[in-house]
């Protein structure tokens, strides 16, 4: 009985050891498909944690609060930002206005024609706007604060440095590429980082910045006027380099909304980044050429799509209008800004009642832009669908005041023409950004402004020397005459 008992004792404990061990042999068991199942989900636990970090830090570098979780403050510091988008503007768009004033000088000390001055602030607008994708690129990197500083920086350069030079090709190296692209630099954050302060007043805050272009144009040739007279051109340039240095200050008081992204989200989407290398490389070695053409164009695509907004032509209807639209209205939408002095001294006015014609323009605008910013802040307008079809209505009467010009030359003429040319591109500079990001989602803003000034750029670099030559064919059949 003993005996029997003890063995009955010890089949128990085994079999207690039993049930005790297969609990840890299940869970060994099955670890081996659970880690395998994490393995697989890795990689697309990756691709979830890179499409989530890549806008992050998109729009964490272009500030913006609609993005980055942060609500668009309408008021505060924004305020700031607006006064500060004004000074750039007035020193970026409204510049090449006042190289008119310099017109006899520069074709007097380089025995150059009208058509060869007329390149100058061509270049200088062709350049400002074809700037769109590498400003675009410099403000995911670093953020639309530090892109502002490096184009005041390169304007102030490029303009002190046009004041020695000696040929007519170092004044478009100088003054038209290096300048105009400082002012791309500077002027299209500007208006990117003003976009994500306001989202409900952004036609008001649009409208209210636009008074800057109308600042510049009633302040600057009168300024040029003064340095022409008193330090020559050269003199000149040099002063307005130092200027244009003020776009620096401008940059450093717009701060960015957002916290950055995390490190190890970017550390994660880094590595998931080179794994992609590694497997397109081995695609590449099995493919061939055709395989590293394919890779090509996977790397281009995207990148076009981030900075140009191609597909936004194709997808967006409105947008493709809109572009095409304003593309062939600057083909001669800047043209009295450039010509309007030197047209009015070649019929026999006075160089100082010539330069009060556009102190007049600027004045014009000063007055009918914060106006315009006032009546579309009211209630009825926020909101509005209405904006597109007011943007057209001026530029059709912007188009048709430049046929005023033809009936005379007189100084009350042409101070009717600026009354209502002013008038008619008040209305299209308030509205001309507003439409835009109307007609597009602000996440694809600046790469639709880019897109739209690489278009732009053509049509300005066309303008003003086609219209050189035909005002050099008018002077000569009135010689003839």
């Avoid at 017109?103 to 062709?126: C, G, H, K, R």
């Avoid at 007049?360 to 914060?370: A, S």
């Amino acid at each position: 009985m003993t005996e029997g008992a003890e063995i009955h004792q010890t089949l128990q404990s085994n079999r207690t050891d039993a049930a005790r061990t297969s609990p840890l042999r299940a869970v060994e068991t099955d670890s081996g498909p659970a880690e395998t199942a994490s393995c697989e989900s890795e990689e697309p636990d990756h691709q979830e944690e890179e499409s989530s970090t890549f806008p992050e830090e998109q729009h964490h570098s272009s500030a913006g609060p609609e993005d980055s979780g942060h609500v668009a403050p309408e008021g505060g510091w924004g305020w700031v930002v607006v006064a500060a988008t004004v000074l750039v503007l007035a020193l970026t768009l409204a510049f090449p206005s006042c190289i008119g004033i310099f017109y006899t000088d520069l074709q007097n000390d380089f025995q150059a024609s009208n058509t060869e001055t007329s390149w100058v602030p061509a270049i200088m607008m062709a350049v400002l706007h074809a700037g769109g994708p590498l400003c675009s690129v410099l403000v995911e990197r670093y953020g639309c604060r530090a892109t502002i500083i490096i184009g005041g920086i390169l304007s102030g350069l490029g303009m002190a440095a046009s004041s020695f030079a000696q040929t007519m090709v170092e004044l478009y190296i100088t003054a038209g590429i290096i300048t105009g692209m400082g002012f791309s630099l500077s002027f299209q954050p500007s208006i990117t980082m003003m976009g994500h302060y306001f989202v409900r007043r952004r036609a008001f805050a649009n409208a209210l910045s636009s008074t800057g272009t109308a600042l510049g144009l009633s302040t600057l040739p009168l300024l040029a006027n003064y340095l022409l007279s008193s330090f020559g051109w050269r003199g000149s340039f040099l002063v307005l380099g130092g200027v244009l240095l003020n776009c620096c200050v401008c940059g450093a008081v717009m701060r960015p909304l957002g916290a950055k992204p995390k490190t190890e989200a970017r550390t994660g989407s880094t590595d998931n980044h080179h794994l992609k290398t590694n497997c397109l490389s081995v695609h590449q070695e099995r493919e061939g050429l055709k395989g590293r053409l394919r890779a090509t164009l996977s790397t281009v695509m995207p990148f076009l799509r981030r900075h140009m907004a191609f597909d936004l032509l194709c997808s967006n209807p409105y947008f493709c209008a809109y572009a095409l639209g304003v593309s062939w209205m600057m083909l001669g939408f800047v043209v009295p800004l450039v010509y309007l002095v030197p047209y009015a001294t070649a019929y026999g006015m006075e160089q100082d009642r010539a330069a009060l014609l556009m102190a007049i323009l600027g004045l014009i605008n000063i007055i009918v832009r914060p106006a315009t910013a006032l009546v579309f802040g009211l209630p009825r307008f926020r909101g509005s669908h209405c904006f597109a079809y007011l943007f057209a209505t001026a530029v059709l009467i912007n188009g048709l005041s430049n046929c005023i010009c033809g009936i005379g030359t007189s100084f009350s003429v042409l101070l009717a023409y600026v009354i209502v040319f002013g008038f008619s591109m008040s209305l299209v500079g308030s509205l001309l950004f507003t439409v835009l990001m109307d007609t597009v989602e602000m996440s694809r803003f600046p790469s639709a402004l880019g897109l739209i000034s690489i278009m732009e750029s053509i049509m300005l670099l066309l303008g003003p020397p086609l219209a050189g030559d035909v005002m050099f064919l008018q002077l000569m059949s009135l010689t003839f005459v």
